[in-house]
């Protein structure tokens, strides 16, 4: 079994920063690619930045500049530092990761349960 459990979110005034964690734990050989995805009300989930094994990334157009995404591969953690928050950024925010289990040796892509940001104006 694997989870992955995010924490960081919270409410902030426009303008702060959050910095969201998400930890994966579990039944893992290897991480592959990490993710950030948001949805707020009524919208479609959207993907917010994603981050390689070697550390590329790759950023929604919305948030480049602001967010930052980055991963600790010793503790098998992915972080999104956001700053420079607007209202339009508020939505629970939900981590996936690529997994190769050790006792299965396949890659599965498991998911967060959620933490919501909310950003007042």
């Known amino acids: 079994q694997v989870q992955l459990v995010e924490s960081g979110g919270g409410l902030v005034q426009a303008g702060g920063s959050l910095r969201l964690s998400c930890a994966a734990s579990?039944?893992?050989?290897?991480?592959?690619?990490m993710a950030w995805y948001r949805q707020a009300p009524g919208k479609q989930r959207e993907l917010v930045a994603t981050?390689?094994?070697?550390?590329?990334?790759n950023y929604a157009d919305s948030v480049k500049g602001r967010f930052t995404i980055s991963r600790d591969n010793a503790k098998n953690t992915v972080y999104l530092q956001m700053n420079s928050l607007k209202p339009e950024d508020t939505a629970v925010y939900r981590c996936?990761?690529?997994?190769?289990?050790?006792?299965?040796?396949?890659?599965?892509?498991?998911w967060g349960q959620g933490t919501q940001v909310s950003v007042s104006s």
């Open positions: 996936n990761a690529n997994i190769v289990a050790v006792t299965t040796a396949k890659e599965f892509r498991y």
């Open positions: 579990g039944d893992i050989f290897s991480i592959n690619a």
């Open positions: 981050i390689t094994s070697d550390g590329s990334t």
